[in-house]
């Protein structure tokens, strides 16, 4: 299968874009969707988005195929890891998860088809419709594709055209999902272009950002600050800076009858995406009350992974990244050979494929990432919040296995104490279609409102 050039994405490696290449593409863009996109209502989208979900999940897709036979050398990612993520999102677009998020974010599922009334408008005696930005613009980064892949999902349900840059590397994904709208609806794949140029070329962002009245950008916080500077002021901008997550395992959970399976839990959210999303799990802080619970999760864990190495092997990285994994365990093999009772350590043999870290220290541990993971002993979850009080205002996702009477404390503090998602282990990469990204509202930095009063 070869795709054909419809994206700016489909040129060769060596062709060079221009501002002029861009803002002929944001005009054709608008153009596009006045006579294509404005004029469908609600029902119809969430249709071709069904349909199309449903496609990706069946074997004989042809453009599953394609992801999977050439994804690994595009991504990094190797095939098993790259299906089950693929099936992991397109499980979640449902005709009644889409109207669930919807009804979540605009009260109503016609809000955005005409003028309506939620319970609180019909006491308030008032009518109230949905507008999307005409031209949203999205700037991506990184090659896990589900960000990308929910901007899609919000611009086509708001009517609005998009132009999503990537970053180098990283349009493959996204690129194949757009050519299978195109594939099915070609309408449709007109109103949307999608192309990768290395951030900070201000040249071309310039052009694109003047043209966009909306813009939503992902990435490190340095690189969301320089794109909401850079903005005119006309322009709407939804950031999502840099995240990081965790799990929390209590001893009640961990030395009952699940923790085999609370084990390949936290093997499954480490493996996800090869722990390269901000919803992975950089640590697990396990409760010990110093009988050994801690240790035994991660030598556990160092097994499962293992485990989970042969069947779905990790992907191709950098000398670099590799370089660095090897750097990390070279210290903590010099820390265990000192103090075994503070520091133990697992790795897969001859490779970088995955490293398991014991530390006896609650202070938060920033990943090298690739599938490699700390396991640290708490007293209580005071002690893990104070350990992870460094990355207080950067933590997204913490992945909780309790028991039932635990969880609602558990709950609890850790929202009081900033987390924005609390989800069982074995979920951390995997969140709803309805999840609040970052706890915000998925719609509300991109829909206009006009209330009418009665």
Known sequence: MTLPNYFLADLPPEADLTPAMVTDACLTLKRNRAQYLAVRDTPSILRTLVRTAEDWLSDDYPFRQFALKEGPAHTGFSAPTLAIGLDNFFKQLTGENLEALLAQELGTTQRLDAFCASNSDSRTRRLALGTGPELVGHITAGCVPNAAFMAIVLGLLTRSAQFIKCSRGGAFLPRVFLHSLYGSEPKLGACIEIAEWRGGSPALEEVLFAQCDGVTATGSDEAVEAVRRALPPRVRFAGYGHQVSFGYVTREAVSGWRAKKIVAAAAADVVAWDQLGCLSPHVFYVEDNGVGFALQFAEQLAAELARREAAEPRGRISTEDAAQIAARRAIYEVRAAHSPETTRHWCSPDSTAWTVIYEAEARFA?????????????????????????VRDHTSTVGLAAQEHELEALAKQFARWGATRLCPLGQMQNPPLTWRHDGRALLGDLVRWTDWEQ
Request: hydrophobic share 45%; glycine share 8%; with cysteine.
């Open 366 to 390: 920033l990943s090298c990432l690739n599938r490699f993971i700390y396991v640290k002993p708490v007293f209580d979850v005071g002690e893990a919040l104070r350990g992870a009080d460094p």
